[in-house]
């Protein structure tokens, strides 16, 4: 009997322990959603997310935006394919988590939608409802607006001309905002550099609540913002961070002529996280084992002193 009782005790002392641990680490859920480092960890790929990088046009800049993009997502780990107006149309958004829209003219994209039997307000009208329904949306430079035929996709802008910057190709220094919360990119550097040629900056011409990545040093104004549309996220930049100038693993040579020592990959890992909302769905779940643990030890430490209050 007094063996019992002995185990008994000390299996209840063990439980309070594991119970106060479990405590600790409940209190410390908004710590993890706080601290960038830790999320960045949980985070560390776009695994299980389906992305389609728009394919379309034969200007051999749309063909090294596509590339890069193309690769770039393939590096996050992320399961890639192409997709085209003809798909779009065809409904195939609806199995994708990302649309990635390259730097490509909404002419283009208009003869393609022509062609395979709609037109540019169709498309734009998909994408619209993909992104509006949950689904996320990542442009760069012409992707980021369809405005010069008349069907803009956002009440944020890409806005030209840009005061004090030149429209010539070359690598930029872009500064950061690194306090902007949404995506958490606190740990990354205050300024970095990109590859431009003519950039505009982004203007909001409705209710739109933008938030800013990176602006211009020489006049303030964004370049990069993330935005919510619907239930869904938005990212567009006018610089072209997609591309890796010193390194061959974006798949193509385009701008291999230029010399940018900055990789600007693990910034949009961090941002395409924000734009699939991973980061919470890591949270949630987490959240969701720690309850769990706890119920399951509650239930351990009741059943251990019914079963102490049965031998004694």
Request: charged share 15%; hydrophobic share 40%.
């Amino acid at each position: 009997m007094i063996m019992v009782e002995s185990i008994s005790y000390q299996g209840v002392k063990t439980y309070r322990k594991i119970l106060l641990v479990i405590i600790i680490l409940l209190l410390s859920i908004p710590l993890f959603h706080q601290n960038n480092n830790v999320v960045a960890q949980a985070e560390e790929n776009l695994e299980g997310i389906e992305v389609r990088v728009y394919n379309g046009g034969i200007d051999p800049k749309n063909v090294a935006s596509e590339t890069a993009l193309f690769h770039m997502f393939q590096w996050m780990n992320a399961n890639v394919d192409w997709i085209n107006a003809q798909d779009i149309l065809n409904g195939e958004l609806k199995n994708v988590n990302l649309l990635a829209m390259p730097a490509i003219s909404p002419y283009t994209i208009n003869d393609e939608s022509v062609a395979a039997g709609g037109d540019l307000y169709e498309v734009r009208t998909m994408i619209q409802e993909f992104i509006t329904n949950g689904g996320a949306y990542f442009g760069i430079y012409g992707g980021s607006y369809f405005e010069w035929s008349g069907y803009p996709l956002f009440d944020v802008r890409l806005t030209f001309p840009n005061p004090n910057i030149s429209s010539a190709e070359y690598i930029a220094e872009i500064n950061l905002n690194r306090v902007s919360g949404i995506p958490n990119i606190s740990n990354k550097n205050d300024t970095m550099s990109m590859l431009t040629w003519n950039p505009g900056y982004f203007n909001s011409f409705g209710e739109t609540k933008i938030i800013v990545i990176a602006t211009y040093p020489e006049n303030g104004l964004p370049a990069m913002v993330c935005f919510n549309h619907g239930s869904g996220r938005v990212f567009i930049s006018s610089p072209h961070p997609e591309h890796e100038e010193n390194s061959e693993r974006d798949g193509t040579t385009f701008y291999d002529y230029l010399d940018d020592p900055d990789s600007e990959w693990g910034l949009l890992l961090t941002i395409s996280n924000w734009l699939v909302d991973k980061t919470d769905v890591i949270i949630f779940w987490s959240t969701v084992g720690i309850f769990g643990s706890a119920f399951i030890l509650g239930l351990g430490y009741y059943m251990l002193k019914q079963k102490k209050a049965r031998k004694s």
